[in-house]
């Protein structure tokens, strides 16, 4: 058993943060004490008096193979896709080259304090494959999908329906699972280069495997007019992959921006989860999802990095952006960025936050220069989601392991 000293905080109340001095964590990375005081029986003692620890960063939504294609000035989404990000795409046909950008992606995610990330990969079966052993090695909890297209986009980046099923199959019955830590998402990439048939393929196979789906709903509204003049019968764009079967308990949406509330009513009665990545939607010029009209509707809201269009890795540079899309408190705003992701997982009795029983899942942050970690709990953390960044983490845990921390890169620079 190891007992880590810091202030302790941890959101599964958006409007007042649960704060511990001692958290002390099994053999097993499980959460077996959380107090105030000194507890009786420590095991190994470990002083981040001067930090603080968070719980984990979840990173609802990513694309690994956009990693070097961020901050690719454009002028609309789908003049983005076709001009840096299809071709950057088509790049990962080969497996080494995939390897060397998914070990470095994996490495950048936990030095920003990520510890659960939910990914795109490319639209090949081999980097996806690849992707899981890179997010295996690196002790990182992942969701990761193959991205589908079969329509709307250069020949050597789509695949076919039957494809697609084989694919899934092959990826998933190996990986979805394993070790408690990765699991497989069907990856549609977006009703705009998905047809129909390939959708409805892609449900079924998730339905009968239980996995996850993940899409990009909604995003702006040149996007949004393909869409109507693709499946001109659908009453919205929701409505398309609802008639597909993709929505559901285990389905994240990215984006959802311009939705009516009959559409986030669709997504609430099917119990699908949105993934809400403002610093993208910034980039783009997307719009700004409307945070209360979603939560209104019950809706339950992650936040993602959307790297490549999000520039940002840094989930505390992202969280500036969701307070510059939505006024909410500091508390509110870790609590979406932590048991919101949770959330949207159904992991929320796992992850998420710091509580006796949970899987170990923490940042260790340095809030200095921004603040001392003395500081009024409520000024401190303005001070992380307005300008931090990785600069300020410290260390990053996944089940009580240890996968990487600064002194340990000084040691040994
Ligand atoms: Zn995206």
């Given amino acids: 058993m190891r007992t880590y000293r810091a202030r302790i905080l941890s959101f599964e109340n958006p409007s007042s943060p649960a704060e511990y001095r001692y958290m002390s964590v099994d053999d097993e990375g499980r959460i077996v004490g959380l107090s105030r005081g000194k507890p009786a029986i420590t095991g190994e003692l470990v002083d981040y008096s001067e930090y603080l620890i968070l719980p984990g960063f979840i990173d609802a939504h990513i694309h690994l193979p956009q990693l070097h294609k961020r901050a690719m000035v454009s002028d609309s989404l789908l003049e983005w896709l076709e001009r840096y990000i299809f071709p950057a795409e088509m790049e990962f046909s080969d497996a080494d080259f995939a390897r060397k950008v998914a070990r470095e992606f994996f490495s950048t995610l936990i030095r920003n304090g990520t510890t659960t990330a939910v990914v795109y990969s490319s639209p090949h079966r ?5 992707a899981f052993e890179e997010a295996m090695k690196s002790g990182m909890r992942t969701v990761i999908g193959q991205v589908l297209m079969d329509m709307n986009g250069p020949e050597e980046l789509l695949t076919t329906p039957e494809r697609a099923a084989s694919d899934i199959r ?31 393929t892609a449900s079924e196979v998730a339905d009968r495997m239980g996995l996850y789906v993940q899409t990009h709903l909604s995003e702006q ?45 669709i997504l609430a009665r099917t119990g699908t ?124 845990y996944v089940r009580g392991r240890e996968l990487w921390a600064q002194h340990q890169n000084e040691r040994k620079g």
């Fill in 221 to 265: 509204m040149g996007e949004i007019e393909e869409v109507r003049k693709l499946f001109p019968w659908a009453k919205s764009y929701t409505d398309v992959y609802h008639e597909a079967g993709l929505l559901g308990e285990r389905t994240v949406v990215g984006h959802a921006i311009h939705l009516s509330d009959r559409e986030r009513a």
């Fill in 273 to 396: 989860k949105v993934a809400h990545c403002p610093s993208s939607n910034f980039f783009l010029h997307s719009g700004v999802m409307d945070l209360r009209a979603h939560e209104r509707l019950g809706l339950t809201v992650a936040l993602g990095s959307d790297v490549g269009a999000g520039p940002f890795l840094s989930m505390l540079e992202v969280l500036r952006d969701a307070y510059y899309a939505n006024a909410m408190s500091p508390a509110k705003a870790f609590h979406l960025l932590t048991m919101g992701g949770a959330r949207a997982l159904g992991m929320e009795d796992r992850i998420g936050s710091l509580e006796v029983g949970k899987e170990a899942d923490f940042v260790v942050i340095n809030p200095e220069p921004l603040a001392e970690a003395g500081e009024d709990v409520e000024v401190l953390l303005s001070r992380l989601m307005i300008l931090g960044d990785e600069r300020n983490v410290a260390a990053t």
């Fill in 126 to 130: 081999g980097a996806t494959e690849v």
């Fill in 170 to 200: 092959a990826v998933a019955s190996r990986w979805h699972g394993f070790d408690g830590r990765l699991f497989y998402a069907v990856t549609p990439r977006f009703a705009v280069s998905c047809s129909m048939e390939l959708m409805r």
